[in-house]
């Protein structure tokens, strides 16, 4: 066919039209994407409990709301959701496990609108079912849906440029105001497609009315979380600032330019390919500035490596139909190619997930001389991960029986206070008496805003680290301090955690823990 005799606008989209033929080959993509969701579950070694940030996330189920301290409040409606079918840790991780499959579904259907074909399709797929994606969707935390939503305004974005049918311009808004439900980081994403559309012929988009409709009803969906941030003086603002001062501070751009090769390593020449692919078709390449301006977008705003995540199904797809393309004439290669992912997904496992027991992880860890270096910036046995999945049920199950073992009239009269979320959450999720788990509090987080405004309390169990210093002044206002106990699986980042009991606190010590939670809690009210 000529294309000479056409314009720039109809060249463009009789080539897009030309790549978009492959049909989505239905029963591959529903068998990889059942793989997706039952792997962690065998993989991961039964001995590990939640992760401290699942116990956050589940508790503000329980408090339900239009936003929360630390993050919008999506994943949290689901954790609600699990909690009605009680609350077991399955439930809670069926969620991952469910987006991470849905990952992979919208990840073939992009290769298939890229023109991948069967192939392509299967080795799209491989990229979700294996790397970093194989820890992250098995961890109840908001990246589950921060990668879905991005993937899903990728697909609806192509969707448009392929078929020009107007309805998906609104579900790419849908799509990125839904992403705000689920982690703030969305607007790296819509910032990056934003400027890969301006930078290409595509452009024109944006000036047609259908876009600002669709937009419009973006703004409309994320309205009540902002509005929300509002009325809690932006906690979002607060909580960027905290991370900021403590775990952001240690980024750099050459370590996150390094962790995007590390978190992909098994598939690494897969999405290498799909930039190259991108880049050199000129009806593709504003996808290929997406993924340049989401990479610069988050080292400027000192973002952890893992947030990028969400683009990478996209270089995935790509990749895939690249291969595909290459390996056209030599097809054998592509059985090695097959074989090469699963053999490297396979050495790579007990970097990804806890498939063995701690001591086991230890030796070989050391034996292959990899160190893990936490926040803290220090060496540890295990991955941080994996060590904030141990310990809990240890800590819970401790300050509960030293709890019951009190006579009732002190019970009553006791508050047990932990210095985090991870503390907190923990004691509410395996404790088993509702009289105990009502006196557990924190003001760490969004438990902060659930402790009640005219405390009561006459003795408190205290969960933490090392000792209250003089610095805490409530503490020195108790008449008797007894440590109790402590975690003893040194394997644990909760490894030395102590449970200590203060009696009869005086009425100047009660009246300064009051004051003291009433200001924090004014920090978040208006």
Avoid at 441 to 466: A, C, Q, V, Y
């Amino acid at each position: 066919m000529d294309l000479a005799k056409y314009g720039r606008k109809r060249r463009l989209s009789y080539l897009f039209n030309m790549l978009k033929r492959a049909e989505a080959y239905w029963p591959l993509i529903l068998l990889l994407a059942l793989l997706k969701f039952v792997l962690p579950i065998f993989l991961q070694d039964s001995l590990y409990e939640l992760q401290r940030d699942e116990f956050l996330y589940y508790q503000q189920g329980q408090h339900l709301a239009l936003g929360y301290l630390e993050n919008p409040p999506l994943l949290s409606y689901l954790g609600m959701i699990s909690s009605g079918f009680g609350g077991s840790e399955a439930w809670i991780k069926f969620w991952p496990c469910l987006f991470g499959a849905a990952t992979v579904v919208l990840t073939c259907l992009i290769t298939a609108e890229l023109g991948g074909k069967i192939f392509a399709q299967f080795l799209s797929s491989l990229g979700i079912i294996t790397g970093a994606y194989l820890r992250i969707h098995y961890l109840f935390q908001p990246n589950i849906l921060d990668i879905f939503f991005w993937t899903l305004a990728v697909y609806f974005l192509i969707r448009y440029v392929n078929t020009k049918d107007q309805k998906f311009i609104y579900w790419l808004a849908i799509s990125l105001a839904l992403g705000w439900w689920g982690k703030y980081s969305v607007i790296f994403m819509a910032a990056a497609m934003l400027g890969g559309i301006i930078l290409s012929p595509y452009r024109q988009m944006l000036t047609r009315k259908h876009s600002w409709l669709a937009a419009g009803i973006g703004l409309l969906i994320v309205i009540p979380n902002l509005w929300w941030q509002y009325g809690h003086n932006w906690p979002l603002v607060h909580h960027m600032k905290e991370l900021q001062e403590t775990q952001l501070r240690f980024m750099n751009p050459l370590d996150f330019i390094k962790d995007q090769f590390m978190l992909l390593l098994t598939v690494v020449f897969i999405w290498i390919g799909g930039l190259i692919w991108l880049f050199k078709h000129k009806e593709c390449r504003f996808l290929f500035y997406t993924y340049i301006l989401v990479i610069l977008l988050l080292i400027l705003g000192r973002g952890k490596s893992y947030y990028s995540l969400g683009i990478y199904p996209l270089l995935l797809a790509a990749g895939a139909v690249a291969w595909e393309q290459w390996t056209e004439k030599r097809r054998w290669t592509r059985y090695a190619l097959s074989l090469l992912i699963l053999v490297l997904g396979y050495l790579v496992q007990p970097m990804l997930l806890p498939i063995w027991k701690p001591g086991k992880l230890a030796a070989f860890y050391t034996k292959i001389g990899f160190d893990h270096v936490w926040e803290d910036q220090e060496k540890h046995p295990l991955p941080q991960d994996f060590a904030d999945m141990l310990g809990w049920k240890e800590l819970a199950e401790k300050t509960e029986h030293y709890f019951n073992s009190l006579p009732d009239t002190v019970k009553n009269k006791t508050i047990i206070y932990g210095r985090h979320y991870g503390h907190a959450g923990s004691l509410n999720y395996y404790g088993k008496d509702k009289n105990f788990k009502s006196r557990v509090i924190t003001d760490n987080g969004s438990f902060l805003l659930w402790i009640p405004e005219n405390l009561m309390m006459e003795h408190l169990i205290f969960i933490g680290r090392k000792m209250p210093g003089k610095d805490d002044e409530v503490f020195q206002h108790f008449e008797k301090v007894t440590v109790i106990d402590s975690v003893t699986n040194h394997f644990s980042r909760q490894y030395g955690d102590k449970i200590i009991f203060f009696e009869n606190i005086d009425s100047s010590g009660l009246r300064l823990a009051r004051v003291g939670l009433r200001e924090l809690q004014k920090k978040f009210l208006r």
